[in-house]
């Protein structure tokens, strides 16, 4: 299966399973979309009426280069993974991370927050040390092999759990001594409480912190308030520049989530580099599709010519020296997520997990409050095998509409929670997220390439 487009000037074919990347010129663009279905002398031909400066050699030695690429196994690939998608829903699956949901309750009254204003649609809770040190303990104990341990502080807004969250890290430390595991931390944020004390523990134990900011002012204030009803951008964004200004070398985001109110949301993001921070995310809505604010099919195009702008200004400010870098467009197409991964996803259900204040455990954050979906809890483990079964079954090759789909091994059949709220199923398609999914992959793989072309450039003059 190929997958081929046009993009920034590039005529770009991507080969599905292989993965490999080809910038051809019009000529080998098009014969490659005629090379399987239609007869040599008919592409030929073809050809010739449509590039009567190219001869009938051009052409054929275009159609040879097919041919090897084809035998080196880099175009026109079979599908070699298929089976193993049956190893996957039958492997025994050990749990490497955990969100610890520290606190259902949040000091901003956002609009669009999909867990109810932090409270998950039930009542306000905040997790305490006995329930996170035995959460630990859990994850230990059903960590199997895995020698790296994750473990997420969510929210809400966690920091409200602060003295907690400072408790539950301090004991994995204690318990990386005992077992010679290790934990790597992260920790999601609003940035309210943000202080001095608070920003030198982050540096010194977060391997990653998320900070959410929408962008623009006017956009983030439209939806992010705080409970008196006050926009929060002028209070968090200096705590912000703050902290990234000491993070040094340590990863983190700032995340925004846009909306139908803000379709133009490169102008956010722009303006969000302009601030100084070069580590971004912006996701699309998710909520009730008769939210004011709620994305529509209709704006789909414009989407798309943002994602482009987007990508055409990410290359053009990397070659002025103020690059920055976007989470959806980070691709790795030589040492990339191993196959299993890339066939079954995240892991939510039977790698991590999500913990209530109270201990439930939870497929990921996305499902807290849904009975259907509670597995179990941190006292008495698991007590829906059944619920870790169905995640082990739902991916890209357990879903009839993914099979034709050229992105399905970036994707890994998509997010499950999406996919439920969207469709009512787990193994549902939804198909705006897929199609906005599919032209962030074209545009990450239209970044590589120019900057693979780029560096080529630059070694040739330097030769």
């Not at 196994?73 to 610890?100: H, M, P």
């Not at 539950?168 to 943000?194: P, Q, S, W």
């Not at 608070?198 to 540096?203: P, Y």
């Not at 913990?355 to 807290?368: A, R």
Request: negative net charge; charged residues 25%; aromatic residues 12%.
């Amino acid at each position: 299966m190929i997958h081929q487009y046009k993009l920034n000037g590039y005529n770009i074919v991507l080969d599905t399973y292989s993965g490999a990347v080809h910038v051809v010129d019009d000529l080998a663009y098009d014969v490659i979309a005629l090379y399987e279905h239609t007869d040599r002398d008919e592409i030929i031909t073809r050809m010739q009426t449509k590039y009567p400066e190219a001869s009938e050699k051009d052409i054929r030695d275009t159609l040879a280069d097919v041919d090897q690429l084809k035998e080196d196994g880099k175009l026109f690939t079979e599908d070699a993974y298929k089976d193993l998608s049956l190893v996957v829903t039958k492997r025994k699956t050990y749990i490497k991370a955990l969100c610890l949901n520290v606190a259902h309750t949040c000091n901003l009254s956002c609009e669009y927050c999909f867990a109810a204003q932090g409270k998950y649609h039930g009542p306000r809770a905040m997790m305490s040390f006995e329930v996170g040190k035995r959460a630990i303990d859990f994850l230990l104990e059903n960590s199997g092999f895995h020698h790296r341990l994750d473990v997420d502080f969510f929210g809400g807004e966690p920091l409200m759990d602060w003295k907690v969250v400072k408790q539950i890290v301090a004991y994995c430390h204690e318990r990386e001594k005992d077992t010679g595991k290790k934990f790597r931390f992260t920790l999601t944020t609003n940035g309210m409480l943000l202080k001095d004390e608070v920003i030198d523990f982050l540096n010194k134990e977060m391997s990653n912190v998320v900070l959410s900011l929408d962008g623009r002012k006017e956009v983030h204030d439209r939806l992010r308030k705080t409970v008196n009803g006050k926009g929060s951008y002028d209070f968090i964004v200096p705590k912000f520049q703050k902290f990234v200004a000491s993070r040094g070398d340590k990863e983190y985001y700032v995340r925004g989530t846009f909306t139908h109110n803000n379709v133009d949301f490169t102008n956010d993001i722009f303006h969000m580099a302009d601030l100084g921070f070069d580590r971004l995310s912006m996701e699309p809505v998710i909520c009730d599709p008769k939210e004011p604010y709620a994305l529509q099919e209709s704006d789909l195009p414009e989407i798309y010519r943002q994602y482009e702008i987007l990508a055409k200004e990410m290359l053009k400010r990397e070659e002025n020296g103020h690059g920055f870098i976007f989470y959806h467009y980070m691709l790795d197409l030589h040492e990339g997520p191993c196959i299993y991964k890339r066939i079954s996803g995240c892991g939510s259900g039977t790698e991590y997990m999500a913990v209530t204040p109270w201990g439930e455990l939870f497929p990921c954050h996305q499902f807290v409050g849904d009975q259907k979906y509670s597995m179990g809890n941190i006292f008495e483990g698991i007590k829906r095998p059944d619920i870790v079964d169905k995640f082990k079954q739902n991916n890209c090759y357990s879903k009839p509409e993914c099979q034709n789909c050229w992105a399905k091994l970036y994707c890994s059949g998509g997010c499950p929670a999406n996919s439920l709220h969207a469709t009512g199923s787990l193994t549902g398609n939804f198909k705006f997220s897929c199609d906005i999914f599919r032209k962030r992959i074209e545009c990450a793989v239209m970044i590589k390439a120019a900057e693979a072309l780029r560096s080529n450039q630059q070694a040739a003059v330097n030769n």
